[in-house]
């Protein structure tokens, strides 16, 4: 059975920090890339950063400079460090692990965490 685990959700004032961990079991993660989405009261799933196999990073332009999401495949876990943080960016955060079907080896596996309560204010 798949698992994607999120923790590091709470409470946290404007300018604040925190850490965000996703940990996955039944799959791994060396093969998946690594997406975190965050969803507002009222408003669509956003993507917020991307972690590619490779480690490569892209991050939405509301959070670049603010946000580092990294990933440690030895531990099966990513991460999203989140500094400087505004009112705005209070949502629940997801962690998504994606891998495309590649023909002959595997189909499309899609899987996502349970989210986690990020809000930020005074």
């Known amino acids: 059975q798949v698992q994607l685990v999120e923790s590091g959700g709470g409470l946290v004032q404007p300018g604040g920090s925190l850490r965000l961990s996703c940990a996955a079991s039944?799959?791994?993660?060396?093969?998946?890339?690594m997406n975190w989405y965050r969803q507002a009261p009222g408003k669509q799933r956003e993507l917020v950063a991307t972690?590619?196999?490779?480690?490569?990073?892209n991050y939405a332009d509301s959070v670049k400079g603010r946000f580092l999401a990294s990933r440690d495949n030895a531990k099966n876990t990513a991460s999203l460090q989140m500094n400087g943080l505004k009112p705005e960016d209070t949502a629940v955060y997801y962690c998504?692990?994606?891998?495309?079907?590649?023909?002959?080896?595997?189909?499309?596996?899609?899987?996502w965490g349970q989210g986690t309560q990020v809000t930020v204010s005074s």
């Open positions: 972690v590619a196999t490779g480690g490569s990073t």
């Open positions: 998504n692990a994606n891998r495309p079907s590649r023909p002959g080896l595997w189909g499309p596996s899609d899987h």
């Open positions: 039944g799959i791994v993660l060396d093969f998946y890339t």
